[in-house]
């Protein structure tokens, strides 16, 4: 399909117009600062491509009328920041564990508690893995550019529906906020993704049977299938169990559906990271700085390289040891206390020196810190 001219668009603006574009059909939101930009937009845009937009009496409302949607077969989507994002928790795990596609805009602030709504974080990186209690399965994207804010969110939708699950996007309040001149390129079908729906016999239909992609069937509504949803563990019928055997059957499957499908969710970024004696590993604003970072120090003489996870969760782990393994020290600038680093430390190995970058004060954290971290790592 041709691409629009470009355009020059705020990133929260280009979420919203990604959504649309990947087919959103509902969204319920509640006003937060610093992501009311992509609910003003869906409310606009929304009605106009035949969908719904409900502004509902809170995130927890709002969260609860996105599953309900996404189970009546709509493409669904919410937005909020960092107390709203709280506030979602238990029914961003009742999408999972009915299998609810949806999509979940986390755009970030200082915090805890209601914090600094106008100024910039990352500090719900820990929080979109681990948020939901129990284990759930968990994709996570992060956009670092008003483009990838468009695409992104494109690709959040296609994962979610191929895959039955919730997908988050994360931005800080900085890509939120910024204008870039974009190109709106819309999507093909294959990049919307498409949710398998059944086409089997109505007869003994299972709602959550075992398949060899791990992801059941979804059964259309009005189609005539015979489907019970809980958030209650259950069986492949969807009713509920707490046999231990069938429950450990059914949350492998859960779980497991993510590994299966490891191709096509992660998705990330290397920069001159072949013979990178120093690599910086960040995502968002953080890497934005990062990039200008490695720049000044190959200016210097100094090997240095990024690693840009664009799939945060499940985390890159095969292509960030691959981009690391020359590497004497991996510098990690977040703007938190320390959160993505713990990831980091997981996976490098023992002689690795780690170098944690932190601001949590709001404000970005800039190119000359990262430098001198990148420089203080080698010595």
């Known amino acids: 399909m041709n691409a629009q001219a470009p355009v ?57 009328a996105v599953v309900g ?3 009546g077969g709509a493409r669904a989507m919410t937005a909020t920041s960092g107390p709203g994002f709280s506030l979602k928790q238990e029914n961003i795990g009742l999408a999972a564990m009915m299998e609810a596609p949806c999509v979940i805009v986390n ?28 284990d759930r399965p968990v994709i996570a994207l992060c956009p670092a550019s008003v483009q990838e804010a468009y695409a992104e969110t494109i690709r959040a939708f296609a ?11 994360l931005m800080d309040e900085v890509i939120g906020h910024m204008v870039e001149t974009v190109t709106l390129t819309p999507p093909t079908e294959e990049e919307k993704g498409a949710r398998k729906w059944a086409d089997e016999p109505k007869e ?27 958030g209650l563990t259950h069986d492949e019928n969807g009713f509920p169990t707490q046999d231990p055997a069938r429950v450990a059957v059914v949350m492998r499957r859960l779980l497991g559906k993510i590994d299966k499908h490891r ?28 990039r ?18 664009v799939t945060l969760w499940p985390f890159p782990e095969e292509a960030f040891r691959a981009a690391t393994a020359q590497a004497r020290a991996i510098v990690v600038p977040e703007m938190n ?39 203080e790592a080698l010595t």
């Open 159 to 169: 994962l979610a529906e191929r895959l039955r699950t919730p997908v988050v996007l």
């Open 292 to 309: 200008a970072a490695v720049r000044a120090a190959r200016e210097k003489g100094v090997k240095a390289g990024l690693f840009r996870p």
């Open 107 to 134: 755009v970030m602030r200082g915090g805890p508690s209601t914090g600094m709504p106008t100024r910039p974080a990352q500090a719900d990186i820990m929080q979109a893995r681990w948020g939901s209690h129990g």
């Open 204 to 230: 003994g239909f299972l709602p959550y049977r075992i398949t060899e992609d791990g992801v059941p069937p979804f059964p259309r509504p009005g189609d005539g299938y015979r489907a019970h949803a809980t």
């Open 69 to 71: 949607a996404s189970m």
């Open 337 to 375: 206390a320390g959160q993505m680093v713990l990831e980091v430390q997981r996976l490098a190995r023992d002689e690795q020196a780690v170098v944690p970058v932190n601001r949590f004060d709001g404000e970005p954290i800039a190119p000359r810190e990262i430098l001198a971290s990148i420089e």
């Open 263 to 290: 191709d096509i969710i992660d998705k990330w970024e290397c920069v001159d990271c072949e013979d990178a004696e120093v690599v910086v590993t960040a995502v968002g604003i953080s890497a934005r700085a990062a």
């Open 8 to 64: 020059n668009l705020q990133g929260n603006h280009a979420c919203a117009l990604g959504a649309i574009a990947a087919g959103c059909a509902f969204y319920a939101g509640y006003p937060i600062t610093p992501s009311s930009e992509i609910a003003e937009r869906m409310a606009r845009e929304l009605p106009k491509a035949g969908g719904v937009f409900i502004q509902m009496e809170d995130e927890i409302a709002s969260m609860a």
